[in-house]
């Protein structure tokens, strides 16, 4: 089993910054993938940004040039960097991991992020 806790959300002004982290626990050795997600009211749950555990790196063309995602502390943790923030980008950003060992997927709690115009 693998936990995760997002931290770093908030309210921020169009064209501000915000820095999301996700700090998994438990069997953190089984993790591959690590990613971060976003869903708007009524909106579906959308994939942001992704980096596996080699390093290769996925990101949602409405956020490619404006946010960074980044494995640190041996990789055990991920970052999501998020600048030119736009009213858009507002929603819940949950951290997502999948495992090396088997389909289990992990999601953390969600952290709330809202850009205002």
């Known amino acids: 089993q693998v936990q995760l806790v997002e931290s770093g959300g908030g309210l921020v002004q169009a064209g501000g910054s915000l820095r999301l982290l996700c700090t998994p626990s438990?069997?953190?050795?089984?993790?591959?993938?690590m990613g971060w997600y976003r869903q708007a009211p009524g909106k579906q749950r959308e994939l942001v940004a992704a980096?596996?555990?080699?390093?290769?790196?996925n990101y949602a063309d409405s956020v490619k040039g404006r946010f960074t995602i980044s494995r640190g502390d041996g990789r055990n943790r991920v970052y999501l960097q998020m600048n030119s923030l736009k009213p858009e980008d507002t929603a819940v950003y949950y951290c997502?991991?999948?495992?090396?060992?088997?389909?289990?997927?992990?999601w953390g709690q969600g952290t709330q992020v809202t850009v205002s115009s």
């Open positions: 980096i596996t555990r080699g390093g290769s790196i």
């Open positions: 438990g069997s953190i050795f089984s993790i591959n993938t």
């Open positions: 997502n991991a999948d495992s090396i060992l088997s389909d289990s997927v992990y």
